[in-house]
T-cell receptor
Framework: KAGVTQTPRYLIKTRGQQVTLSCSPI?????VSWYQQTPGQGLQFLFE???????NKGNFPGRFSGRQFSNSRSEMNVSTLELGDSALYLC??????????????FGPGTRLTVT | DAKTTQPPSMDCAEGRAANLPCNHS???????VYWYRQIHSQGPQYIIH???NNETNEMASLIITEDRKSSTLILPHATLRDTAVYYC?????????????FGKGTKLSVKP
């Protein structure tokens, strides 16, 4: 069974631009979460989507947003990029939403560099 | 969710068992212990989880103390490919949240 896929794998953007990252979950998985990983802050939760609805959100500014489509694919958008947004952005999928759903499957990530 | 404490780094000889400890002294009764690992430049990988009984799968074994205040992840025959950062996470089974809270983990170095 195919794993979680993320596109693009690498991206270079300039301050002030915006960027959209894409995530395709494992077939049959309906929940998608996004994480940001930086050397200084480690792995931090951004948000989770289930059934096209944002179910949970981490402590990030409103410049970070996301959405989920009816086929469970998800996108995240970062507007007005800052140098500090340079990070590895990881997407994770799981079967459902709710009790005991700690088993998540991560994609390879998108490495975003902001110059 | 309970806070977990792990040693920042450990070494293990190839072919030997790697025993990675985790302290979760404030864990509550409905919190599971999950282990993930992250090999350099890859996404985290789920390894195993448990509540109070010991668990084993094809990747590892998880030993949870009777008082549930600590646990040990065991890789029975470590290989060079097991070199990674290992994260121990306490997750509320009853919670509906999808956010895993990753600490700094233990950097395991398997040496030939």
């Amino acid at each position: 069974k195919a794993g979680v896929t993320q596109t693009p794998r690498y991206l270079i953007k300039t301050r002030g631009q915006q960027v959209t990252l894409s995530c395709s979950p494992i077939s049959g998985h309906r929940s998608v979460s996004w994480y940001q990983q930086t050397p200084g802050q480690g792995l931090q939760f951004l948000f989770e989507y289930f059934s096209e609805t944002q179910r949970n959100k981490g402590n990030f500014p409103g410049r970070f947003s996301g959405r989920q489509f009816s086929n469970s694919r998800s996108e995240m958008n970062v507007s007005t990029l800052e140098l500090g947004d340079s990070a590895l952005y990881l997407c994770a999928s799981r079967r459902g939403h709710g009790r005991g759903m700690g088993e998540q499957y991560f994609g390879p990530g998108t490495r975003l560099t902001v110059t | 969710d309970a806070k977990t404490t792990q040693p920042p780094s450990m070494d293990c000889a190839e072919g030997r068992a790697a025993n990675l400890p985790c302290n979760h002294s404030t864990i509550s009764g409905n919190e599971y212990v999950y282990w993930y690992r992250q090999i350099h430049s890859q996404g985290p990988q789920y390894i195993i989880h448990g509540l109070k009984n010991n668990e084993t799968n094809e990747m590892a074994s998880l030993i949870i103390t009777e008082d549930r205040k600590s646990s040990t992840l065991i890789l029975p025959h470590a290989t060079l490919r097991d070199t990674a950062v290992y994260y121990c996470i306490a997750l509320n089974y009853g919670g509906s949240q999808g956010n895993l809270i990753f600490g700094k983990g233990t950097k395991l170095s398997v040496k030939p």
